[in-house]
């Protein structure tokens, strides 16, 4: 991804000693040079402590019995969380694991959630445990800037306004908190000349870790009764703006960031009239695809939202007025719109309560995108994930620390 460089590899490297002879009694005569070596090996054993010693050193030696390359191959095959605790082993697993060709090629799950809390912008670990997986503070953005806020979060990457004052002028950046490199948007100018404001709740990031050097921007522009007419496609690979006319229709009022999808190169933006408004990265293809359980037109039903999990789309709705059920469908099929129910569950029973009152607001704000596991919150103290396939829940926090998130997976390649 051509961003700009904001920070350095850390860690250290560190060599072990190897350097052991034997030593043992020598039977010499008269005339044999005193450093001659021994005959036959040495028969005298180690004494305990020296063996103790050996045998510590040689394990502090990352795959002392593999050769480089082999080692290489199998550790650019695991998890980045399970490579920072081997860093804790020694210093040669340290250097070992900070390896930079490493690290890019170590595979990428779900590791946690962007969340903004009473000290700003957080991040919590999917695992609960440990230091946070990236510094939520992005110091590499606050050298150059004062403020700094985070609107969107797709996979990997991190959509921020960004003001270098307490002024009303600001930036927007799409920034990779692992590798620290960022890239700065620049502004829309119209073909008349003038400059468009863009609106922060409706600026759409899209990034596909199969192709981790580029990045696309959706900025809809609306137009007569706030509809819009046309969209700008930012582009990395080019470095512009593109205009294209919208060919959603009438009626495409988009609820906004985050409640946007990036899969198969095409960005999904739900409406407030119960549909997923689509385009792709070129603007030639634009659909419009109605989801399920919802009766269009009606603004007191609880509006749908959307996420990617194992290569599909994914929409789910919490029905308030039947027992607090939560509907999980899967998009089967883009053209002719047909969904499949994947899973409906009592929400009331996951939170292990019989009442909702009318002041209590369950949601559901995030899909594994690897695997049938959801994270709820019941936005005063509880958040929880929930195993669609055991059905087994899993309590994550207690407390007001951590009520939701943007998912976050880490990606180290450029």
């Known amino acids: 991804m051509p961003m700009q460089q904001g920070g350095g590899d850390d860690g250290c490297k560190g060599q072990g000693n190897q350097d052991q002879r034997a030593t043992g009694n020598r039977a010499r005569d008269s005339g044999a040079p005193s450093d001659s070596p021994p005959p036959f090996p040495s028969t005298e054993s ?22 480089e390359d082999a080692l290489v ?42 969340h903004f809390g009473v000290d700003g912008l957080m991040f919590h670990n999917l695992s609960g445990r440990g230091p946070p997986m990236v510094d939520p503070s ?32 600001y930036d927007y950046v799409v920034c990779n908190p692992a590798t620290e490199r960022w890239h700065l948007l620049p502004p829309i100018v119209l073909p008349d000349g003038q400059p468009h404001i863009l609106d922060p709740s409706n600026i759409f990031l899209g990034f596909d870790m199969a192709t981790p050097s580029s990045f696309l921007v959706f900025a809809p522009m609306s137009s007569y009764c706030d509809e819009f007419a046309e969209v700008a496609i930012y582009s990395s690979d080019t470095r512009r703006w593109t205009f294209m006319q919208s060919n959603w229709g009438g009626k495409t009022f988009l609820v906004g ?77 883009y053209y002719s719109g047909k969904w499949a129910l994947k899973h409906t569950v009592n929400v009331l029973e996951l939170f292990r309560t019989h009442c909702r009152k009318d002041v209590e607001s369950y949601t559901m704000f995030a899909i594994h995108p690897e695997c049938d596991l959801i994270f709820l919150t019941d936005g005063e103290e509880m958040t929880m994930s929930y195993d669609m396939d055991n059905q087994k829940v899993h309590v994550i926090c207690t407390s007001e620390e951590f009520l939701g998130g943007l998912p976050y997976t880490p990606c180290f390649a450029e």
Request: hydrophobic share 30%; with cysteine.
């Open 46 to 67: 180690p004494s305990s402590e020296n063996k103790q010693k050996l045998e510590h050193e040689d394990e502090q030696q990352p795959g002392a019995s593999l050769p």
């Open 257 to 333: 960031n985050p409640e946007c999808v990036f899969l198969n190169g095409i960005m999904h933006m739900t409406t407030h009239h119960s549909s997923v408004a689509t385009v792709d990265a070129e603007g030639k293809v634009w659909r419009k695809i109605e989801i399920p359980g919802i009766m269009p037109n009606r603004y007191d039903n609880a509006m749908a939202s959307i996420g990617q999990s194992q290569g599909r789309l994914h929409a789910w709705r919490i029905d308030y007025h039947h027992d607090c059920k939560l509907h999980v469908w899967v998009l089967m099929d």
């Open 138 to 169: 992005l110091p590499f953005l606050r050298r150059s800037y004062k403020r700094v806020t985070v609107e969107q979060c797709c996979s990997s990457l991190l959509l921020c306004q960004c003001g270098k004052s307490c002024s009303e002028e």
């Open 73 to 114: 191959e199998i550790l650019s095959r695991v998890p980045y969380r399970s490579l920072r605790r081997f860093k804790c082993v020694s210093k040669p697993w340290l250097a070992l694991c900070s390896a930079t060709d490493i690290r890019r090629r170590s595979p990428q799950t779900l590791s946690g959630f962007f």
